[in-house]
């Protein structure tokens, strides 16, 4: 098993003093862990740290974290500082790497498809910010290939900000569908003439324990098209995991990178390939039918 470290040049590398820091704020965040009430009153005075707490889980608070910008949201400095400390400094930068690494691996799977129509399904899609910026940045650049879009949520909301999203990238919408459902019905979405070539469920298996992971892995693979490749990842074992668990109570279920090879090995995917940045916090990983 070896994670491949991407390097881009949009990419928010920790530089050194980052690093530093880090190494500095890490014992802070565990002292604060230990003691969640006295954590939860620091962290509370960040409204947007706040607002992606009550939001744990969602695309909504996926996107806060995609948006955060330093410059952009006021107010009162030890509120700017919380915020820029967790969006910067800790867990939010590698969320947003690790939504570059999925464009570019959607990116390549699409350009190297030997297909004429090529079909995509997106399980938790959320958004799908991944697919619909990637489609269309290759409309632009004048890729002319049928790509079919299948995008399945279990949050009505998730998919209307998603079809919004679609308008805004001036995407041809005739060619995507948004579906409300669970992703426990793979094969639902999988019928009449629909097998993906690619499928994408990143921001999920987190929340999936070991068996549930295997049965969809399985139930993915056997819905693949023939060549068919899977995008998906997992959050790594990381000093912030109790931190993030105690403090902003979102629970998820850490695994390292042989673990995520593991699940998909069993679940009979041949060629599995991980990626993420230096700090390594989100591992992606592809596997190849
Ligand atoms: C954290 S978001 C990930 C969004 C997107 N894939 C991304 O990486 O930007 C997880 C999404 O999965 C959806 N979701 C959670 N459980 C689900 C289930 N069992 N079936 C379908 N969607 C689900 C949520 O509504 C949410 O929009």
Same mark, same amino acid.
Not at 55 to 75: D, F
Not at 227 to 246: A, M, S
């Given at each position: 098993m070896?994670?491949?470290?991407?390097?881009?040049?949009?990419?928010?590398?920790?530089?050194?003093? =980052? &690093?530093?820091?880090?190494?500095?704020?890490?014992?802070?965040?565990?002292?604060?862990?230990?003691?969640?009430?006295?954590?939860?009153?620091?962290? %509370?005075?960040?409204?947007?740290?706040?607002?992606?707490?009550?939001?744990?889980?969602?695309? !909504?608070?996926?996107?806060?974290?995609?948006?955060?910008?330093?410059?952009?949201?006021?107010? /009162?400095? +030890?509120?700017?500082? @919380?915020?820029?400390?967790?969006? /910067? =400094?800790?867990?939010?930068?590698?969320?947003?790497?690790?939504?570059?690494?999925?464009?570019?691996?959607?990116?390549?799977? &699409?350009?190297?498809?030997?297909?004429?129509?090529?079909? !995509?399904?997106?399980?938790?899609?959320?958004?799908?910010?991944?697919?619909?910026?990637?489609?269309?940045?290759?409309?632009?650049?004048?890729?002319?290939?049928?790509?079919?879009?299948?995008?399945?949520?279990?949050?009505?909301?998730?998919?209307?900000?998603?079809?919004?999203?679609?308008?805004?990238?001036? +995407?041809?919408?005739?060619?995507? %569908?948004?579906?409300?459902?669970?992703?426990?019905?793979?094969?639902?979405?999988?019928?009449?003439?629909?097998?993906?070539? @690619?499928?994408?469920? !990143?921001? +999920?298996l987190?929340?999936? /324990?070991h068996q549930?992971a295997l049965?969809?892995f399985q139930?993915?693979?056997?819905?693949?098209?023939?060549?068919? =490749?899977?995008?998906t990842?997992n959050?790594?074992?990381?000093?912030? %995991?109790?931190? =993030?668990?105690?403090?902003?109570?979102?629970?998820? @279920?850490?695994r390292r990178p042989n673990q995520l090879e593991d699940l998909l090995l069993t679940s009979g995917f041949?060629?599995v390939?991980m990626?993420?940045?230096?700090?390594?916090?989100?591992i992606?990983a %592809?596997g190849?039918?």
């Amino acid at each position: 098993m070896k994670v491949r470290i991407m390097h881009f040049p949009d990419f928010e590398y920790n530089v050194y003093w =980052i &690093l530093l820091l880090r190494l500095f704020l890490h014992p802070i965040m565990k002292f604060f862990a230990s003691f969640p009430w006295l954590g939860k009153i620091f962290f %509370e005075k960040s409204q947007y740290c706040k607002f992606i707490r009550e939001k744990a889980m969602s695309y !909504v608070a996926l996107e806060k974290i995609y948006s955060y910008s330093w410059r952009q949201y006021n107010a /009162n400095i +030890l509120d700017r500082i @919380i915020t820029y400390t967790w969006l /910067n =400094i800790f867990n939010g930068f590698s969320t947003r790497n690790r939504l570059k690494i999925v464009k570019k691996l959607l990116r390549d799977a &699409l350009l190297l498809s030997q297909k004429d129509e090529i079909n !995509v399904l997106s399980l938790g899609a959320g958004s799908a910010r991944s697919i619909l910026e990637v489609v269309s940045q290759l409309r632009r650049e004048g890729f002319s290939k049928k790509i079919k879009i299948k995008l399945i949520d279990s949050s009505r909301d998730a998919l209307n900000f998603s079809r919004k999203l679609a308008e805004e990238l001036k +995407l041809e919408t005739g060619d995507i %569908e948004w579906h409300r459902g669970l992703i426990d019905t793979v094969d639902i979405f999988c019928k009449n003439g629909f097998k993906p070539d @690619i499928i994408e469920m !990143v921001g +999920l298996l987190d929340y999936f /324990n070991h068996q549930e992971a295997l049965k969809l892995f399985q139930s993915i693979r056997e819905n693949l098209a023939q060549k068919g =490749i899977l995008i998906t990842g997992n959050v790594n074992k990381n000093p912030e %995991e109790k931190f =993030i668990r105690e403090i902003i109570e979102w629970n998820m @279920i850490y695994r390292r990178p042989n673990q995520l090879e593991d699940l998909l090995l069993t679940s009979g995917f041949n060629e599995v390939k991980m990626f993420s940045d230096k700090i390594m916090t989100h591992i992606v990983a %592809e596997g190849k039918v």
